[in-house]
């Protein structure tokens, strides 16, 4: 059964910092782009930043760029998300999800999801 599970959130002040963490079963990791995205209560899940295999093409949101950062450990299955500068509009669940096809921002092309850590970011 392909699997991701997301770890590493909680709450912290603005201006903080925070790095979540995705673990991936093989198969979904292999080959496949991995990508972060984010849900706030009453909000549609919007696209963070999403990493080829070989970590050297990365597209992020515009609303991240220069305070997140994408990285994978493919050695460890592992995805990861640097998120510096913390807003409280950046509070919100934080997915993470692999897709076969490319950087892809559309939430219809990934094909696994994990099942989400909570980001509380206070004023």
């Known amino acids: 059964q392909a699997q991701l599970v997301e770890s590493g959130g909680g709450l912290v002040q603005a201006g903080g910092s925070l790095r979540l963490s995705c673990a991936a079963s093989g198969r979904i990791f292999s080959f496949y782009y991995m990508g972060w995205f984010r849900q706030a209560p009453g909000k549609e899940r919007e696209f963070v930043a999403v990493?080829?295999?070989?970590?050297?093409?990365?597209y992020y949101a515009d609303s991240v760029k220069g305070r997140f950062t994408i990285s994978r450990d493919n050695a460890k299955n592992a995805v990861y998300l640097q998120m510096n500068s913390l807003k409280p509009d950046d509070t919100a669940v934080y997915y993470c999800?692999?897709?076969?096809?490319?950087?892809?921002?559309?939430?219809?092309?990934?094909?696994?999801w994990g099942q989400g850590t909570q980001v509380t970011v206070s004023s």
């Open positions: 990493i080829g295999w070989s970590g050297a093409t990365i």
């Open positions: 999800a692999a897709t076969p096809t490319g950087l892809e921002a559309d939430t219809r092309k990934y094909s696994y």
